[in-house]
T-cell receptor, first 117, second 113 residues
Framework: GAVVSQHPSRVICKSGTSVKIECRSL??????MFWYRQFPKQSLMLMAT?????????EQGVEKDKFLINHASLTLSTLTVTSAHPEDSSFYIC?????????????FGPGTRLTVT | SQKIEQNSEALNIQEGKTATLTCNYT??????LQWYRQDPGRGPVFLLL?????KEKRKERLKVTFDTTLKQSLFHITASQPADSATYLC????????????FGKGTMLLVSP
């Protein structure tokens, strides 16, 4: 149980275009989803926290107009990188936490490798 | 702000030995501490959670200790296997309710046969 999927697993896009990444909780309802970014040999950096049906809370230094997050249902959150630039190239990982049971545990998706050329 | 320190150098051990990884933090103690495993190009996988009022937690070959006085957690893998080779991340949760995790950079473990 507690499976989180991400799509796509890899994406290459041209500078200036937008990319959407989906995060789905497959077998539980995720009241809260988190989006992280990880650069090589670095720790996961939290970008934003989203609760179903409400606006995402962004961490300091993360541009909310550039990284659009939508958490429209209890099983789906999307991250859209708008007007992507090469410096946005990174490994984006989502995680989800359920509302019941082991609510302190976060379940991570497999990640999306974004390369902006 | 909270800082988490994990040994950035890879830990190389021989199969069958016990691997011990360290996680140190500064400032205030978290409500609970978690350990994750991350393989290259993959998302982290939850391993163990230990609360601030717990000294030790075990799960199969894994053992985690939590010393709030030393502000340190130790992560042990006994009878290590080459398949245990991965990066292990320590994460702290500072808040109750809508908690968020702060991750360390992780320590790479290499178990040689």
């Amino acid at each position: 149980g507690a499976v989180v999927s991400q799509h796509p697993s890899r994406v290459i896009c041209k500078s200036g275009t937008s990319v959407k990444i989906e995060c789905r909780s497959l077998d539980f309802q995720a009241t809260t989803m988190f989006w992280y970014r990880q650069f090589p040999k670095q720790s996961l950096m939290l970008m934003a926290t989203s609760n179903e049906g409400s606006k995402a809370t962004y961490e300091q230094g993360v541009e909310k107009d550039k990284f659009l997050i939508n958490h429209a249902s209890l099983t789906l959150s999307t991250l859209t990188v708008t007007s992507a630039h090469p410096e946005d190239s990174s490994f984006y990982i989502c995680s989800a936490r359920g509302s019941q049971g082991r609510r302190y545990e976060q379940y991570f998706g497999p990640g999306t490798r974004l390369t902006v050329t | 702000s909270q800082k988490i320190e994990q040994n950035s150098e890879a830990l190389n051990i021989q199969e069958g030995k016990t691997a011990t990884l360290t996680c140190n933090y500064t400032n205030y103690s978290p409500a609970y501490l978690q350990w994750y495993r991350q393989d290259p190009g993959r998302g982290p996988v939850f391993l163990l959670l230990i609360r601030e009022n717990e000294k030790e937690k075990r799960k199969e070959r894994l053992k985690v200790t939590f010393d709030t006085t030393l502000k340190q957690s130790l992560f042990h893998i006994t009878a290590s296997q080459p398949a245990d080779s991965a990066t292990y991340l320590c994460a702290l949760d500072m808040e109750s309710g809508y908690s968020t995790l702060t991750f360390g950079k992780g320590t790479m473990l290499l178990v040689s046969p």
